[in-house]
C-alpha cells in the first residue's frame, strides 16, 4: 500500500464523511502523499496537501490555490499527528 493510499484509508476511518464535506475531487499520489482540491458548500476552496515526514511519522498539511501558473499558499500545518488530521483541515476548509 503507498502512502497515498494509506492517507486516504486514515481520513475515512477518522471520518467516512470528511472527503464528501470538502467535496474533495481529482485526487493525486504525490509519491510522498496525497493531494486533493475541494469544492462545493464549503468556505475555503483550493488544494490540499498531505505528505508524510517519515522521520517523525507525522504529517505536513500545505493549503493553496493555483491562478494561471502562480501558487499561493494560503496555510501550512506542520507536525500533524494522524488522529487531529480530520479536525485540522475541516478548520481551514470548513
Do not use: H
Request: glycine share 10%.
Amino acid at each position: 500500500m503507498n502512502t497515498a493510499q494509506i492517507i486516504l484509508t486514515q481520513i475515512k476511518q477518522l471520518d467516512r464523511m470528511a472527503l464528501f464535506a470538502w467535496g474533495a475531487k481529482d485526487l493525486v499520489n504525490t509519491g510522498k502523499g496525497l493531494k486533493f482540491k475541494t469544492s462545493g458548500m464549503v468556505k475555503w476552496k483550493g488544494w490540499v496537501e498531505i505528505i508524510l515526514d517519515e522521520g517523525l511519522d507525522l504529517y505536513n498539511i500545505k493549503f493553496y490555490k493555483i491562478r494561471g501558473t502562480n501558487v499561493n499558499y494560503t496555510s501550512q500545518l506542520e507536525g500533524v499527528f494522524v488522529e487531529d488530521m480530520v479536525r485540522l483541515i475541516d478548520e481551514v476548509v470548513g
